[in-house]
Each structure stands twice: as structure tokens, then as C-alpha cells.
């Protein structure tokens, strides 16, 4: 049973949306858009340090996959440090499985479900709330992708992999 490309998981939204080189004018460089799914690839094997064969498990993705992905993704990276470029992170074919939120007032970050209703800073009770899920694009789309995944949700994906 083959999973569809755009039911790759990433954990939760990244806190920032794009990187600059210092001392550069926006519009003067070069924009690397960096997807998602890029991004959370990065985030696991070189961030936190899993191995390729569990980072892909985390993603629901094959390894093969995964490791092409881990490929362009430092390949980026690398391209925005040396050559001084700008870097967008945007698109890619996921869902998040938690969202965060940002209080525009204290600053606090806090994690919540898809399920959840969050509407003030549980630390100092403003209103003024930055949906970083929404930021990108997803919200609700990834709670239902949560609720329908739970009907399939099963270990037999071990068993469709291939060492
Ligand atoms: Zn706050
Ligand atoms: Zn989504």
C-alpha cells in the first residue's frame, strides 16, 4: 500500500519562516526555498541526530526517499551559508502532527493539538496570538489528516519496508 506524497509528517511548525545574511539587502540576493518536508529532514538527522532509517519512520516516508531528501536539504543549507543567499522555508507535501503558537505580547511559545482552540497566551493572557501552523498555510487540514490517518494508523508500514 503506497502512501500518498502528501502525507509526509513533520512534527510541528519551524519557528521561523526564512534566514538572510546580515549586512545584505533583502532584494539584492537570491532566494533558496527550503520545503517543509525539507526542513523537518534536517531537523531530525542533523538537529536531533536520528539515524536516516529512524528519521524516515518519523516522516512515514521510505529511506531512499528520506535520503535524497537530507541531501537537497544540506545541500541548501550549505548554498544559503557560503554563497549568501536567502532562505524561504515554504510548501512541500505535509501536514504537521502539533502546532505552536506565539504571544506577540510576552513572547512566550507554547505547543497545542489540532483539537485544541487556543485563543490567549496561557502565560500572560493576551489575545494577540501568531498561529505559526497557519503561518504556513495548514490548520485544519492537518487535524483531519490526524483524525483519518487514526483509522489506518497500524505498525504494518514495518512490514511494507524492505531492508
Ligand atoms: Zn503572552
Ligand atoms: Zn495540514
Redesign the pocket.
Known amino acids: 500500500m503506497a502512501r500518498p506524497e502528501n502525507n509526509r509528517l513533520v512534527h510541528e511548525p519551524p519557528l521561523f519562516n526564512g534566514f538572510k545574511p546580515s549586512g545584505v539587502q533583502g532584494h539584492l540576493l537570491k532566494t533558496v526555498t527550503l520545503s517543509l518536508d525539507e526542513f523537518e529532514a534536517f531537523r531530525l538527522a542533523d538537529h536531533i541526530g536520528l539515524s536516516h532509517e529512524e528519521a524516515a519512520d518519523e516522516m512515514e516516508i521510505s529511506r531512499p526517499v528520506f535520503s535524497k531528501m537530507i541531501q537537497r536539504a544540506r545541500q541548501k543549507v550549505a548554498m544559503l551559508i557560503i554563497e549568501g543567499k536567502k532562505l524561504e522555508i515554504e510548501g512541500g507535501n505535509v501536514h504537521f502532527q502539533n502546532n505552536i503558537f506565539r ?6 511559545m507554547f505547543k497545542t493539538s489540532f483539537q485544541q482552540t487556543v485563543t ?7 489575545e ?2 501568531l498561529n505559526l501552523a497557519g503561518g504556513f498555510g495548514h490548520g485544519k487540514c492537518c487535524g483531519e489528516h490526524h483524525r483519518h490517518r487514526r483509522h489506518h494508523h497500524s505498525k504494518t508500514r514495518n512490514k511494507n519496508s524492505h531492508e
Open positions: 504571544c506577540k505580547s510576552c513572547g512566550h490567549v497566551c496561557p502565560s500572560c493572557g493576551a494577540k496570538l
